[in-house]
Every structure is written in structure tokens, then in C-alpha cells.
């Protein structure tokens, strides 16, 4: 990390220290909830003393500035309501110096600033530093008072970190917190090389909206815009000002317009301050997508974006065949059947489907299984049903097989599909499939694509490369006559000894068949019942 404020520390080591602060490594993730909220309002309160300082060079002092402020929040980003009694000291100075009562004073704070702010409500003040359970104060004041100090030790000004410095320490904290959070971590957080290469073969172009359905933390929104920016300034030439000598600043093109939605409350509350803290503008609303998708036009129907990205949470097993049948939105087309309650992963992909306008594009990462199961089997499956219907509609681009072990909630590898409604004339009738399941490094405690590895998968998706034991492009014909498996690994075999199917996909799908045998055998007895048969 390039800036060190000072202090010979990179931010991404400190901002850990201070997490660690509270109890150590061990039990920051429990905190995850107070220290995340705190750090952002540390940057809030620098940013804010920037603002006034710039104010007050042109009036005159800080105590002019604080009553310019107060009276037209217009002239700073974010109006905090904390002024020191010395208008020289910084305004993060009224939360250090809390002495007794720590808890329900930084409450009390962060409350104020967020009735300041209706862009802050419900992100920073839904969380009560003087929550009490069984008795005991959830963190007490020593741990609450031991963190305070702990990020006090770094300024995070405009001019001591850079906005994408600060955010990706952010986004450091956050994955530490996934390393440690067992199955929830993979509710708000995919591995940053994941979110890097699902934004790289997207490509999206300045001005575009996108859209993630189960943002998590927003780690997939936030690296479609920075895939954006590098591309743009990639592509513009480095040209001499003219008598100048010096090199002309780029010039500037639209942000992305960003969208998400999340179900938990938590995780919507980390979307909107990992956004924030990265400098950049979104909408996150909060619910259950899949049954109250809250991006709609002014029809009432599902709103359409440029590109989809999402991750969401594999095999999920909630959804009832009266979730797909009741649906007003034309999710789930005729022809195209429901994938069955054992899991919603191809229910996902119709609904980003259908959040796709005519050239629309997305990038899905979802369970190795959903690839594959069904296909061989005697009979009928709803996945495969589903998965079939993609495929004959030419809208699948390519599928990406993963290395194992990246995921913090799982060591199962994943892929990534990708889909095009408008797919170049020469790519219809075909799948582009990569398997790199042996493009990683060992890492403690998760594999990890190194920066070589995402250029190689990105730059062989986006240019539909084909390498032996890495990649191919495969027919329709052939996908039908192996019964719609769209597996990399059907196809692609990374070393001679590689003939069969991972063993955990093998189990996955017989699992399924099973639940899918005991619904059958279920909805027959109750038939039977019905008729006086066996009753």
C-alpha cells in the first residue's frame, strides 16, 4: 500500500490492528458490525475537517467556517453535526475524547449525523454501541475505547489517502473479517480476483448501469467500475501539452450508474459505506430480490441494465415451484420450466436474464453442479430443463470452471456463466469454455488467482482464445449430444490422468436426484390419496 500517513504502517496493516484492537484476530469478524461503521466515520470526520479547512482559507478562520457549513450543509459532502469547543481541534476529537458512557456517546453521535444525512440513515445508526445481551454489554467501554484510539492513530483526509487507497483497505478489512466468518462469509463477500475477472470480460463502457441483484458487501459493483476506469485510461494515448512540457490530464468520462440490492440488513448497510468509502455513487435497497425485486419501471415491471454481475448464495432451497408460478414479472418464461426446489441457482440466472436489456450482459457466479446436473440421467430434470433452454436460445457466451478453495463459505471451485442477448454473428451456435481450475496459488487460508493468472483467464474470455488444456470453443451439437453438460470440465481435461468428474460434483448431483425422487414420490402419494388409493 503506497500511503503511509506517517507512520511507517501500511493502511491495509493498520486498519487490521485496530480491528484487532477489540480482541485480537481471533474475534474481530465478531465486531465486524462496530468497527466498520467506525472506521468510515473516522474518514467522515477528516474529510469533513478538509472541507472546513478549505472554507476557512477564504473566510478567514475555521470558526466562520463551521457557521457557513451549518447553514448550507450544500458546501460539504457530508454535514457532521460535532463541533469541538475549540474549532482548531478535529471533529473525530468529540468521539476520542469520550471518557465515560463511550457506548451510548457514540451512539448518540452517529445517530446525529445520520439524521444530518438521509443518505446515511440506516447505515451508520442502525447499531447501538451500548447494546446490552443477558446482562452484558455486547462491547464494553475498555474494548470500545481501546478501538477509538486504534483508528485515531491514522488521519484519512482527501490529502493523506487517496479515495481507491482507502477503499480497498476497506476492502482488505472486509475480506479479513470473510476469512474469519465461516459459512456467512460467503453471503457478503467473492474473492476480489473473481469480481476482477467477471468485470474485465464485461467490459462496461462509461454511463452504463449496472446492476447486482444479492450485492453482499457491493465488492462486484465496485470492481465493474474500476475494470471501467483502468480500461478508459488505458486506452488514451499519454500526449505532451503543447509548450508545456508536461503531460495533458486525461480527460474525463461518466461514471458507471450502480445498482444492488441485498436481504440483510448488515450486509446493505456495508454496500452503502463500502461505496461511499470508495468514492463512488449507487442505489442499495434492501430485500428478498427473488420475491420483491425493487429495481422496476414505471409499468411496474423488472427494470433492464447493461450488465448483471452477482454471486449468489448457491443451492439455496427455500423456493417453492408457487414462488416461479406466482411471479407478475416474466421471470420465467413458458418453455423455459422452473428449476425446482433444490436449488434456485437457474431461477437466479432467469431473473438476471430478465434484468438485461436487448444487448444486456451478465456475469453469474454459481455452483459447479449447475453446469452439469441432470445431464446423462434417464428422464427428466428441472435443472437441466432450464439450463437447455439457454443454451437453445444462444444466450450462454462462455462458462468459466474455477480453482477450488477460493471461497470462504466452501472448498468447492464455482464457476462463473456468462450471458450475451446479443452475441457477436460469429459466436452464436457456440459455447466459449475455460477451465482453470490449475490457474492458482496456494494461499493460507484460501487459494488465490495471482494478477498474471486474471489476466490470462480475462484476456482468453474476451478474445475466445483457445489453448489446450485450458479452453475451447464447443458447439451446440456437440452440448445436445452430451445432454446440455456445459461443464468446462466435460470437455476440458487439464492433465492426461483427468478422465472422471470431481467426486463432490458426483454427490452434489445425487443428492439432488434424490430430493427430487422424494418430491415426486411425495405429489404421487398425495394423488393416490386423493383417489382412495393406499389411504
Known amino acids: 500500500m503506497a500511503n503511509n500517513n506517517g507512520r511507517g504502517k501500511s493502511l491495509e496493516s493498520w486498519i487490521w490492528d485496530a480491528a484487532c484492537s477489540i480482541r485480537g484476530a481471533k474475534d474481530a469478524p465478531k465486531y465486524k458490525d462496530y468497527i466498520l461503521p467506525l472506521i468510515f466515520t473516522k474518514r467522515l470526520c477528516d474529510v469533513f475537517d478538509d472541507e472546513v479547512d478549505r472554507i476557512a482559507a477564504e473566510v478567514g478562520s475555521r470558526q466562520k467556517a463551521f457557521q457557513l457549513v451549518k447553514a448550507d450543509h450544500k458546501l460539504v459532502r457530508f454535514y457532521l453535526p460535532l463541533l469541538p469547543k475549540n474549532p482548531e481541534e478535529p471533529v473525530w476529537s468529540i468521539i476520542r475524547k469520550l471518557s465515560s458512557r463511550i457506548g451510548e456517546g457514540v451512539t448518540t453521535h452517529m445517530r446525529a449525523i445520520a439524521k444530518e444525512n438521509p443518505r446515511l440513515q440506516g447505515i451508520i445508526d442502525r447499531v447501538d454501541f451500548n447494546a446490552i445481551t443477558h446482562g452484558q454489554r455486547d462491547i464494553d467501554d475498555d474494548r470500545l475505547s481501546n478501538l477509538i484510539e486504534a483508528i485515531s492513530t491514522k488521519r484519512l483526509g482527501l490529502e493523506d489517502v487517496e479515495a481507491d487507497i482507502i477503499g480497498k483497505s476497506y476492502e482488505y478489512l472486509i475480506r479479513k473479517f470473510a476469512e474469519g466468518g465461516g459459512q456467512s462469509a460467503g453471503e457478503f463477500y467473492t474473492p476480489p480476483e473473481v469480481g476482477a475477472i467477471m468485470s474485465k470480460v464485461l467490459q462496461p463502457e462509461p454511463g452504463m448501469e449496472i446492476y447486482d441483484p444479492c450485492c453482499g458487501s457491493g465488492g462486484l459493483l465496485i470492481k465493474c467500475e474500476i475494470a471501467m476506469e483502468e480500461k478508459r485510461r488505458a486506452d488514451i494515448p499519454v500526449r505532451q501539452s503543447k509548450g508545456s512540457g508536461g503531460l495533458e490530464n486525461p480527460p474525463s468520462f461518466a461514471p458507471l450508474k450502480l445498482y444492488g440490492q441485498e436481504y440483510t440488513a448488515d450486509t446493505w448497510a456495508m454496500a452503502n459505506m463500502n ?42 432451497d427455500w423456493f417453492t415451484e408457487a414462488d416461479y408460478d406466482n411471479d407478475e414479472l416474466d421471470r420465467f418464461p413458458a418453455g423455459a420450466g422452473f428449476p425446482g426446489k433444490s436449488s434456485a441457482d437457474w431461477g437466479w440466472v432467469q431473473h438476471m436474464h430478465a434484468s438485461l436489456n436487448e444487448k444486456g450482459r451478465a456475469a453469474v457466479v454459481l455452483d459447479t453442479g449447475a453446469a452439469s446436473r441432470g445431464s446423462g440421467n434417464a428422464g427428466t430434470n ?3 430443463t432450464v439450463r437447455q433452454w439457454f443454451v437453445d436460445h444462444d444466450l450462454i457466451e462462455s462458462v468459466l470452471y474455477l480453482p477450488e478453495n477460493l471461497f470462504y463459505n466452501t472448498t468447492a471451485p464455482g464457476i462463473v456463466l456468462f450471458l450475451n442477448k446479443a452475441k457477436p454473428k460469429e459466436r452464436r451456435g457456440k459455447v466459449f469454455l475455460v477451465n482453470a481450475s490449475q490457474v492458482f496459488e496456494k494461499g493460507d487460508p484460501k487459494n488465490f488467482i495471482p494478477e498474471e493468472g486474471i489476466r490470462r483467464i480475462a484476456d482468453t474470455l474476451i478474445e475466445w482464445r483457445e489453448e489446450e488444456k485450458l479452453s475451447r470453443i464447443v458447439d451446440h451439437a456437440e452440448l445436445k449430444k452430451n445432454d446440455y453438460n456445459i461443464s468446462p470440465s466435460r470437455y476440458i481435461h487439464t492433465s492426461e490422468a483427468e478422465t472422471y468428474r470431481p467426486i463432490a460434483e458426483i454427490v452434489q448431483e445425487l443428492d439432488v436426484i434424490e430430493a427430487e425422487a422424494r418430491e415426486t414420490d411425495k405429489a404421487l402419494r398425495n394423488i393416490l390419496k386423493k383417489l382412495g388409493i393406499g389411504a
Not at 296 to 310: C, E, H, I, P, Y
Open 382 to 384: 428441472k435443472e437441466k
Open 275 to 316: 461505496m461511499i468509502i470508495h468514492d463512488m455513487e449507487g442505489e442499495i435497497e434492501i430485500g428478498d430480490t427473488f420475491k420483491n425485486p425493487k429495481f422496476r419501471n414505471k409499468q411496474g415491471k423488472l427494470r433492464t441494465f447493461d450488465r448483471v454481475v452477482a454471486n449468489p448464495m448457491w443451492n439455496q
